[in-house]
C-alpha cells in the first residue's frame, strides 16, 4: 500500500529540506572561502576580490609552506600525536571495557564508581602540569600522548557495545577450551570494528586539534604540533623558519593572507580525508555505544 503525501505533509518536507540545504551553505561557505583565499593572487586578496570562488590562481603558498621544514615536520609531528592516541586509547580502554561489561566481575559497581569521578571532576591545569614534570614527562612527545589516553566516555561506549555481544557465542567459546583473553580478541574486538573505528576517530581527532597540551608540556620546537604553527602565522604573522625566497612579498598583507589560509587548509584537509574512510562505522558505532540492543 502506497502512503499518499498530504499538502501539509509536502509543506514540511520543503521547510526541512530548506533548512537543512540552508545550514549546508553556511558551513560550506567558510570552507570554500578560505580554499578560495590559499589560492587566489595577492593582488585579489588586498583588494578584497574573493567572495566565494578564487581570483587569479596562485599556489605559491603551499610551494612556501613546503620549503619550511620546521612546519613539514609539525605536520609529521601531528600525524604522529594522532596515529599514538588513537591506537593507545583503544589499546588501554578497549580491555578495561571488555572487563567491565562481564557480569562475573567482582566489584563492579564500586569500580565503575570510581571511575565516574573521573568523568566528573578533574585534577586541574596546575597539578596535571606537576604530575607530568615530576614523571619526567615534560618537553617529550609523551607528553602530548599519555596524559590524554583516558576517557571515562570513550570506556562507556565500549562497554555498552561490548555488552550487546551474545552470551551463547562467549559461552560456546569457553566450552572449546578459549580464555578470556582468547574471546576478546578473536570473538569480542572483530565484532566491534565499529565503535573501535568510532572512538579511535574520537581519539585522533582529539589529539590532531589539541592546542593546549602542547602550548603547555611543550617548549622545544621540534616537537610542536600543526596548531602551534598554525597559530603563530595566523596570530603572530610568523612562519618558523624565517623569510624564504623573495624578501618583497612579506610587504604585501595579500602574501599573509594567502598563506594563513594555505595553513588552516593544511591543517583541516587530513581529517576531512581521513573521515569519509570511517563514516561508515561512524553512525553505526554510536548506536551500538550508546543504546545495548
Known amino acids: 500500500m502506497k502512503y499518499k503525501m498530504g499538502l501539509g505533509g509536502v509543506a514540511v518536507s520543503v521547510l526541512i529540506y530548506g533548512a537543512l540545504v540552508a545550514a549546508l551553505c553556511v558551513w560550506l561557505y567558510p570552507l570554500i572561502y578560505i580554499v578560495s583565499s590559499s589560492i587566489s593572487s595577492w593582488e585579489a586578496l588586498e583588494q578584497g576580490q574573493v567572495r566565494l570562488l578564487p581570483v587569479g590562481l596562485e599556489f605559491s603558498s603551499y610551494r612556501f609552506i613546503v620549503a619550511q621544514g620546521p612546519m613539514v615536520r609539525a605536520f609529521f609531528n601531528s600525524v604522529l600525536y594522532s596515529s599514538s592516541r ?7 580502554l578497549a580491555p578495561l571495557a571488555y572487563a567491565l561489561s562481564e557480569k562475573k566481575l567482582r566489584g563492579k559497581g564500586v569500580l565503575t564508581g570510581l571511575l565516574l569521578v573521573t568523568m566528573l571532576f578533574g ?14 614527562l615534560l618537553d617529550t612527545r609523551w607528553a602530548i600522548i599519555i596524559p590524554q589516553l583516558f576517557s571515562f566516555w570513550y570506556v562507556i561506549l565500549l562497554r555498552t557495545s561490548f555488552a550487546s555481544t551474545p552470551e551463547e557465542l562467549k559461552e560456546s567459546a569457553y566450552i572449546d577450551g578459549a580464555s578470556n583473553w582468547t574471546v576478546f580478541t578473536k570473538i569480542i574486538l572483530p565484532l566491534s570494528k565499529p565503535i573501535l573505528a568510532t572512538i579511535g576517530l574520537f581519539a585522533g581527532v582529539r589529539a590532531w586539534n589539541d592546542f593546549f597540551s ?5 617548549q622545544s620546537k621540534e616537537y610542536w ?11 603572530l604573522a610568523t612562519f618558523p623558519q624565517g623569510e ?3 624578501a618583497s612579498m612579506y610587504e604585501s598583507a595579500g602574501f599573509w593572507i594567502q598563506s594563513q589560509m594555505a595553513v588552516i587548509v593544511v591543517n583541516i584537509v587530513p581529517i576531512l580525508i581521513v573521515y569519509p574512510f570511517l563514516q561508515r562505522y561512524f553512525t553505526k558505532g554510536i548506536m551500538l555505544g550508546a543504546v545495548k540492543g
Open 225 to 235: 604540533p600543526l596548531t602551534i604553527v598554525l597559530r603563530n602565522v595566523v596570530m
Open 244 to 246: 624564504i625566497g623573495d
Open 86 to 92: 588513537a591506537l593507545l586509547t583503544l589499546a588501554v
Open 214 to 218: 602542547p602550548l603547555l608540556y611543550l
Open 123 to 136: 585534577a586541574g591545569m596546575i597539578p596535571t602540569y606537576m604530575v607530568v614534570r615530576w614523571v619526567g
